[in-house]
């Protein structure tokens, strides 16, 4: 069986990532979404273990201090600590699912130097429609949505680090092009180190 990639994905905050990441999912199969243990407190409607594994920090710094660490990355993001269980990440790609990794610019700068994965940076049109967005997501008191709103340009500056970049402009064509780049890396990574398609020499 061939081992599962992993996908990471980033956004600025209110970009529509979310929203995008579940429609894809929900129409590709072998996709699975690894949830990520933070510090941040739910916003309403988000569900521990669904969402995210929601800690204090005593407790995520202990996974993160484990040797080697329970995290195959993590960072401190708007004030709040987030991370990777590497655990859960090892065992779905060698399943063979392809594992979707949504975290931020640092995350992403971590994963790329120390794992096999393709980084999709996701972009809003314009700055002005990401606050409209997040701002009609509702999510976010006014102090949050600043703080979001000024690392935006700066998380934007990260995408040419990406290998595909996606402006999440019309939603729909936003997820056809994630879908794309999935199928093309499964055809990709179907072959062996000799370039033979696997099928044919296991
Ligand atoms: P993220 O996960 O990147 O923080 P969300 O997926 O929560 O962002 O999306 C933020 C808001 O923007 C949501 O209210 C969502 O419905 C909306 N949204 C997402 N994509 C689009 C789009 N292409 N056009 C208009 N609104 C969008
Ligand atoms: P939110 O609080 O809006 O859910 O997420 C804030 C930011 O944290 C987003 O950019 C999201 O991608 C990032 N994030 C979520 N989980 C992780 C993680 O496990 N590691 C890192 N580095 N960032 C994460």
Partial sequence: ????FLLVLSAPSGCG???????????LPGLVFS???TTRKP???EKNGRDYHFVNRAEFLEIAD???SGFLEWAKVHGNLYGTSRQDVE????KGFDVVLDIDVQGAALIRDNADSVSVFIAP???SELAKRLRGRGTETEE???TRLAGAEKEMQEAGNYTYLIVNDDLDEAVEALKAIIIAERCRRRRDKDGLPAAVTS
């Fill in 1 to 4: 069986m061939t081992e599962g």
């Fill in 17 to 27: 990532k979310t929203t995008i990441v579940k429609k894809v999912m929900a129409e």
């Fill in 66 to 68: 484990l040797a080697p």
């Fill in 144 to 146: 949050s949505l600043r």
């Fill in 43 to 45: 916003r309403p409607g």
């Fill in 91 to 94: 065992q779905r790609l060698a």
């Fill in 35 to 37: 949830v990520s243990h």
């Fill in 125 to 127: 049109p314009s700055l």
